[in-house]
């Protein structure tokens, strides 16, 4: 499943919102999306697996 980004967000503020928690989510989101970690912000609209 993919996510949007809105402005603004981290990985982590991306995750919570769409799992409720960071807990083993966001490294796990990290893991699938390589690269992802090379940015503090995240694009609007950027897709995240």
Avoid: H, I, W
Wanted: proline share 2%.
């Amino acid at each position: 499943m993919k996510v949007k980004a809105l402005e603004g967000d981290t990985v982590d503020s991306l995750c919570f919102r769409y799992y409720g928690t960071t807990q083993g989510v966001t490294e796990k989101v990290l893991d699938a999306n390589p690269g992802l970690c090379q940015q503090v912000f995240l694009d609007a609209g950027q897709e995240v697996e």
